[in-house]
C-alpha cells in the first residue's frame, strides 16, 4: 500500500506541473509612428526587408573607408575593460541561472561519519570504565526535491533567465556606446588636427604678412601703429596652437584606454595628421518598429519588466503549501566490519508541507512589493521607448542640418582664402590698406576653422545617427582573462 502512494504523488505532480501563479509576462504594447518625422526621405512601404536587415547588420565603421578607425573599433571590441566588466556580469548572470535551474531536481547528498566517545562517570553512574567507551559509525546517501505544485522555483527561474537576458543586452548596449564613443573620439581627433594645421598655415601667412609691414616700415611707406597691428594679429593666432595640441594628446589618451592600452600607447601612431573619414553614401534610418526591435537597451528593459513580472509569481506562490518530498538511504553500525550488513540498513522516506498561512501579512505585503516592482519596471521600459524615439529623431535632425551647414563653411572658407590672397595683392601694389589684409586674413582663419569644425560635425552626427539607430553593431564577445589563482 505504502508503494502506491509515492508514484500517486508523482504523477499529481506531472498533472500540476503547468500550474504556476502569478501573471505571465506580455510585451507591451507601444503605438509608436509608421516613420520618424525627421528622416530625409519618407519610410518606403515597400522595402526590402532583407536589404534592411543586412544594412543594420553590417559594421557601419567600416563604411567610413578608414582602416585606422576600423583597427581602433576591433581593438576595443576586443579589449576595452569596461566590455569585460559588463561580460563578467553576464557571466555571473548565467552562472546563478544555472544554479537556479537546479532547483527543479532532487539535491542529493552524502555522509559519512565515525565516531568514538567516552561517557563520564556522573553521566553513567555505576557503569564500569571499559563499558562507557562507545563507537559508531553511519553512512548514507539522502535527497530532497521541493514539489513545485505552484510554480514558485518554475517563476524563480524564469526570473533569473530574463535578468540573464537583461545582463546579455547591457553588454550590448555598452559595445555600442564604447564602439560609438571610439568613431566620435577617432573623428574628432582628426578635426582637431585639421584645425590645428588651419591654425599653422595662418600663421605662416600672418608671420609673412608681419615681415612685409616691417619692411615697408624700414622703407618709410608703413608705420609703427600697423606693424603693432599685425604682430598683435599674429599672436592671438598663435595662441590657438598649444590649446589644439592639447585638446589633439587628450582625444589620443583616450583613444589609447578606450581600446585597452595605457595613455601613450598610440601617440606615435596617431600624431601624423589624417584626413576626416567620409561621410556614407546613404543612411537608412528604417522605422520606429525595427528601431524598437534592434535597441539593446530596449531590449534590457524589457527583459527586467519579464523578471519583474516573473517575480510576482515567487511571492505569489507562498500563498500555497510547500510540499517537499526528503529520502535518507544509508547504514548504521558500531563496528565498522558491520557497516553494510543487511541489518544496518537504515531508510527514511518523509513528505513534508509548509505553509505560511498564519503569516499571510507578509506575503501579501511581499507581494504588493514585488507587484510596485514590475510596475516601476513597465514605467521604465515606456520612458526607454519614448526616449530612444527622443534620440533617434534628434540624431535625424542634427545629421541632415550638419550637413547643410558644411556645404555653406566649405563654400566659406573658399571664398575667404581667396579674398585673403586679392587683399595681400592690392596691399602689395598699394591699391588698399592693411587693414583689409588684417580683417581678410581673420575672416579667413575664422571660416577655414568654421569649415574644419563643421566637417567634423558632420561625421560625428553620423556617427550619432548609428549609435541612436543601434544599426551596424554586430554581436562581438570582448576576451576572457583568468584571475591567477581563481580558475
Known amino acids: 500500500m505504502h508503494k502506491l502512494k509515492f508514484p500517486a504523488l508523482t504523477l499529481l505532480t506531472v498533472a500540476l506541473a503547468a500550474c504556476a501563479v502569478g501573471p505571465d509576462h506580455v510585451r507591451p504594447n507601444i503605438a509608436v509612428p509608421a516613420q520618424f518625422s525627421r528622416a530625409e526621405t519618407p519610410a518606403d512601404t515597400a522595402r526590402d526587408p532583407d536589404i534592411a536587415?543586412?544594412?543594420?547588420?553590417?559594421?557601419?565603421?567600416?563604411?567610413?573607408?578608414?582602416?585606422?578607425?576600423?583597427?581602433?573599433?576591433?581593438?576595443?571590441?576586443?579589449?576595452?575593460?569596461?566590455?569585460?566588466?559588463?561580460?563578467?556580469?553576464?557571466?555571473?548572470?548565467?552562472?546563478?541561472?544555472?544554479?537556479?535551474?537546479?532547483?527543479?531536481?532532487?539535491?542529493?547528498?552524502?555522509?559519512a561519519e565515525g565516531s568514538d566517545a567516552r561517557s563520564s562517570a556522573d553521566q553513567a553512574p555505576g557503569v564500569p570504565r571499559a563499558d562507557r567507551d562507545g563507537k559508531s559509525?553511519?553512512?548514507g546517501i539522502s535527497a530532497g526535491w521541493e514539489l513545485d505544485l505552484f510554480g514558485r522555483v518554475r517563476r524563480n527561474v524564469e526570473a533569473q533567465r530574463a535578468n540573464a537576458a537583461a545582463d546579455a543586452a547591457d553588454l550590448e548596449a555598452l559595445q555600442v556606446a564604447i564602439v560609438g564613443e571610439v568613431a566620435r573620439t577617432y573623428v574628432e581627433l582628426r578635426g582637431l588636427q585639421e584645425r590645428l594645421r588651419v591654425a599653422r598655415d595662418n600663421t605662416e601667412n600672418q608671420r609673412e604678412t608681419l615681415r612685409l609691414v616691417e619692411a615697408r616700415l624700414n622703407a618709410g611707406r608703413d608705420t609703427e601703429f600697423d606693424t603693432a597691428r599685425a604682430r598683435a594679429q599674429l599672436e592671438t593666432t598663435s595662441a590657438r596652437i598649444p590649446s589644439l595640441e592639447a585638446q589633439v594628446a587628450v582625444a589620443e589618451h583616450r583613444l589609447a584606454v578606450l581600446s585597452g592600452q595605457t595613455p601613450d600607447a598610440l601617440v606615435a601612431q596617431l600624431d601624423p595628421q589624417k584626413p576626416l573619414p567620409a561621410l556614407p553614401a546613404r543612411l537608412d534610418a528604417g522605422t520606429p518598429g525595427e528601431l524598437l526591435r534592434r535597441r539593446p537597451d530596449i531590449a534590457a528593459a524589457e527583459h527586467r519588466l519579464h523578471a519583474a513580472t516573473a517575480k510576482i509569481g515567487v511571492a505569489t506562490a507562498d500563498l500555497f503549501p510547500r510540499f517537499t518530498l526528503s529520502g535518507l538511504i544509508g547504514s548504521q553500525a558500531i563496528d565498522s566490519s558491520a557497516l553494510f550488513e543487511r541489518d544496518s540498513e537504515t531508510r527514511l522516506v518523509a513528505l513534508g508541507i509548509d505553509w505560511s498561512f498564519l503569516d499571510i501579512g507578509r506575503v501579501k505585503a511581499r507581494i504588493a512589493a514585488a507587484d510596485a516592482d514590475a510596475s516601476g519596471e513597465l514605467a521604465r521600459y515606456q520612458q526607454t521607448v519614448l526616449?530612444?524615439?527622443?534620440?533617434?529623431?534628434?540624431?535625424?535632425?542634427?545629421?541632415?542640418?550638419a550637413r547643410v551647414e558644411d556645404q555653406h563653411l566649405e563654400r566659406a572658407a573658399t571664398d575667404s582664402a581667396r579674398a585673403a590672397q586679392l587683399a595681400r595683392v592690392r596691399y602689395e601694389a598699394g591699391a588698399s590698406g592693411l587693414f583689409e589684409v588684417l580683417d581678410a586674413e581673420r575672416t579667413q582663419l575664422q571660416a577655414q576653422e568654421a569649415f574644419a569644425d563643421g566637417r567634423t560635425?558632420?561625421?560625428?552626427?553620423?556617427?550619432?545617427?548609428?549609435?541612436a539607430l543601434a544599426g551596424g553593431w554586430p554581436q562581438r564577445s570582448p576576451a576572457r582573462e583568468d584571475v591567477a589563482g581563481l580558475r
Open 457 to 467: 560635425r558632420s561625421v560625428t552626427s553620423a556617427v550619432a545617427l548609428y549609435k
Open 387 to 401: 526616449l530612444a524615439l527622443e534620440d533617434t529623431e534628434n540624431a535625424l535632425v542634427r545629421y541632415a542640418k
Open 137 to 139: 559509525y553511519s553512512a
Open 53 to 111: 536587415l543586412r544594412e543594420a547588420d553590417a559594421e557601419f565603421w567600416r563604411g567610413f573607408g578608414d582602416p585606422q578607425l576600423t583597427a581602433l573599433v576591433e581593438e576595443s571590441l576586443a579589449a576595452n575593460h569596461d566590455l569585460r566588466i559588463a561580460l563578467a556580469r553576464y557571466d555571473s548572470a548565467n552562472a546563478l541561472l544555472r544554479e537556479a535551474k537546479f532547483d527543479r531536481f532532487p539535491t542529493i547528498t552524502a555522509n
